[in-house]
């Protein structure tokens, strides 16, 4: 299968805790995105990649969360300091440049805060 | 980009027609229309995408007027492995657009038997 991959699929964590999620995009996908999905609602966009250079912030992510694409390929999600507010599907999708509005998602990392 | 208005819910039996119609009055020149299909637990996955008239695959086709105010997402012969959030996104091409989409609340299509 040569889809985007995501890395858990789910995470139990204890508020406070830091919590870190990959994503395999498609290889020669050169644009990578993060979003994150709560009940009943659409996916939010919070980032993403143009290789390995980050070109947009939502908002939407705090100082507690910080992504990193190092060499152009995987990309991580970390979470600082947990919170219950937290708790969502987060989304991981990868595209070519010039078809960036055809994004292929991954399954999903869906994350409870306790 | 674009904002989208589409119905919350429809609800269909096995092998009728479904058509999910979309409304897009802000939609830019350079603007594409592309729908989404999202099983619960699951990302969302491409469907289809159209900049006018008509566009068939071997999932769905879309309909998109002249104006391009609107456009319809026609799903023929439905099953019940249809059922799922159906979501229509407007936007540009090009390395200058971010690219990032933006989702509506989408419509949540359930097919009975």
């Known amino acids: 299968d040569t889809g985007v991959s995501q890395d858990p699929r789910h995470k139990i964590t204890k508020r406070g805790q830091n919590v870190t999620f990959r994503c395999d995009p498609i290889?020669?996908?050169?644009?990578l995105y993060w979003y994150r999905q709560t009940l009943g609602q659409g996916p939010e966009f919070l980032t993403y990649?143009?290789?390995?250079?980050?070109?947009?912030k939502s908002r939407l992510l705090s100082d507690r969360f910080s992504a990193e694409r190092p060499k152009g390929s995987f990309s991580t999600l970390e979470i600082q300091r947990t919170e219950q507010g937290d708790s969502a599907m987060y989304l991981c999708?990868?595209?070519?440049?010039?078809?960036?509005?055809?994004?292929?998602f991954g399954p999903g990392t869906r994350l409870l805060v306790l | 980009l674009a904002k989208t208005t589409q119905p919350i819910s429809m609800d269909s039996y096995e092998g009728q027609e479904v058509n999910i119609t979309c409304s897009h009055n802000n939609i830019a020149t350079n603007d594409y229309i592309t729908w989404y299909q999202q099983f619960p637990s699951q990302g969302p996955r491409f469907i289809i995408q159209?900049?006018?008239t008509k566009v068939t695959n071997e999932v769905a086709s879309l309909f998109i007027p002249a104006d391009r105010k609107s456009s319809t997402l026609s799903l023929p012969r439905v099953s019940l492995s249809d059922t799922a959030v159906y979501y229509c996104?407007?936007?540009?091409?090009?390395?200058?657009?971010?690219?990032?989409?933006?989702f509506g609340q989408g419509t949540t299509l359930q097919v009975k038997p």
């Open positions: 990649f143009q290789n390995e250079a980050q070109l947009e």
């Open positions: 290889s020669e996908h050169n644009r």
């Open positions: 996104l407007v936007g540009g091409r090009g390395s200058s657009n971010t690219g990032k989409l933006i």
């Open positions: 159209g900049y006018k």
């Open positions: 999708a990868s595209s070519l440049t010039e078809k960036q509005e055809t994004q292929y």
